[in-house]
């Protein structure tokens, strides 16, 4: 691969054990743990290895831990692998993943990104906490099929919408409980192969995570973001930038705009990207690269 993306997890790829293997093997990992669990005021180590898995599915816990091990990786992997690392051009993430991609690129300081995504883990499920909400995937329908199920679904003054939009037959929608427990029985009907409930505490890239917003905003104009060294690709705009202001303004509205995966993904190709590095945690976005892309050279670090 001549010039690579390097692509980093959001919220759903946490996992129990995740990030043993970089602190067993690398001391850049173990100083970056230590780091941010002075920061987080607890042991993010022991939560990643032991748990509970209840703990670390919440949101405040998993974007925080998500953010160590995609960054313990990424510095692991600058460390080890620097011929890799070089052929970098360009960086995006999954929802919270894209702060991760940030800070690969220069834009925070690692500390400062802690900081962040702990705020960012807190407002999210304040705003989760004060609605029943949730989110699904969709397998097996296209956008506009998608679109028409949610509009089946919904009720008036209930909110049902196209969250992430990930890969072709794979699109998570977000709203209201009461709405997602309609929605199996209309998306079969429609076609779809499957619905699959995720395991998140609210409607995300929706209107109800507005309230997050707010506290989000303040914690991005608290916290220096400087221009990045390489583009990372907005999931608002699926566009690449590099300008902190832009980076910013792009992180507040993502909370409650649909994640543009795939279209993130297509724009990359067309600049240029031949290759990607799912770097942190899993294989989720490699499994979406190939619904994309079946042709496409992908590769993995973090997980040993």
């Not at 054990?17 to 990992?29: E, I």
């Not at 999210?124 to 699904?136: I, K, L, R």
């Not at 998570?172 to 499957?194: C, F, N, Q, T, Y």
Request: net charge negative; charged share 20%.
């Amino acid at each position: 691969m001549k010039s690579v993306g390097i692509l980093f997890p959001g919220q759903g790829a946490q996992a129990i054990g995740m990030g043993r293997w970089l602190r067993d093997t690398y001391p850049a990992a173990n100083k970056l743990f230590d780091q941010a669990s002075e920061i987080l005021g607890y042991d993010l180590a022991v939560l990643c290895e032991q748990g509970p898995e209840s703990r670390l599915n919440e949101t405040v816990y998993s974007q925080p831990a998500l953010f160590v091990v995609g960054m313990a990786a990424a510095t692991v992997m600058r460390e080890q692998y620097p011929e890799r690392v070089a052929a970098v051009k360009a960086a995006a993430g999954l929802s919270l993943g894209e702060y991760t991609a940030v800070c690969f690129a220069g834009g925070l300081d690692f500390a400062d990104g802690v900081r962040l995504v702990q705020r960012r883990g807190q407002a999210m499920q304040a705003a989760a906490d004060a609605v029943n909400s949730g989110m699904a995937s969709i397998i097996g329908l296209d956008l506009e099929a998608v679109e028409s199920v949610c509009q089946e679904c919904r009720e008036e003054g209930e909110v049902l919408q196209p969250a992430n939009l990930l890969c072709p037959g794979n699109i998570a929608v977000s709203g209201h409980s009461s709405a997602i427990e309609r929605l199996a029985p209309a998306a079969e009907a429609a076609g779809a192969m499957k619905v699959v409930p995720l395991s998140v505490a609210g409607a995300f890239h929706t209107s109800l995570m507005q309230p997050a917003v707010e506290a989000l905003s303040e914690a991005l104009a608290e916290i220096p973001i400087q221009d990045t060294q390489i583009p990372v690709y907005s999931n608002v705009d699926a566009s690449p930038h590099q300008d902190a202001s832009e980076i910013r303004d792009l992180l507040s509205r993502q909370v409650v705009g649909s994640v543009r995966w795939e279209d993130s993904i297509r724009r990359m190709l067309e600049d240029g990207i031949d290759g990607f590095e799912e770097v942190g945690t899993g294989r989720v976005l490699r499994g979406t690269l190939k619904r994309i892309n079946r042709k496409l050279p992908t590769d993995g670090f973090g997980d040993g």
